[in-house]
């Protein structure tokens, strides 16, 4: 009896692990509109959401959903509290020291907004203005090194929108953003008519690194090379190309 119990004790306990296995968490942040946002009955969707499900299918894993505050998300990974991070995570040499990434997904450049009107010849042109910056992201690295190193008064915010609404409410004078991301989440909206991207793209390597990845902890090589090897396939199956041309008008993959 007892040797009975044992074996549907230890046949519960691989079929739990089995289960376990078949998740995939994955992190997201769903304030960055249109990769990651909720819909009115705050279900989870976007690029970024849309590109996971379609790679946990390629890797035969169900997709699990945990929502994270941008800048804890690598501490979130490293704590075990989700297996990757699919968020328009940039691939960058500090976020490397820390984590490791797949190949790229897709690779858009950030811009500077501000209002129309604004005179913007470079970073030293906007001295005093006031810029909002998701805190954590590649965005603030750059406003950092390039913008309020000659003046100009740079913000941190918890969430992309919240940048947002304090532009609207008159609290800041404008952001940089991935210029994807500030075209559909507000440029495109009523609250951004007053409000034009500036000066060129931004693809500077060392602070926007060569595009966006997803992020996972270090010495997970086989759990790389299978969404290396997905993300090629969506690419090469016509799967992609749905999903690009649901949310964009042009090839988000970029160069």
Known sequence: MKKLL???????????SFAQGKDLKVA?????????FKTADGKPTGFDVDIASALCEQIKRKCVFVEQVWDSMIPGLQAKKYDVIISSMSITADRLKAIDFTDKYYNTPSRVVLKKGVSYTGPASIKGKKIGVLKGSTQEKYAMGELKTVGVDVVPYEAQDQVYLDIK????????ADFVEVTGGFLSKPEGKDYQLMGPE???EKYFGVGAGIGLRKNEAALKGEL???IKTIRGNGVYKKINDKYFKFDVYGK
């Open 6 to 16: 044992l074996a549907v004790a230890l046949g519960s306990v691989c079929a739990v």
């Open 28 to 36: 997201i942040d769903p304030t960055y509109e249109p990769f990651t």
């Open 169 to 176: 409410a008159g609290r800041l004078d404008g952001t940089v």
């Open 202 to 204: 931004l693809y500077i």
């Open 228 to 230: 290396s090897a997905a």
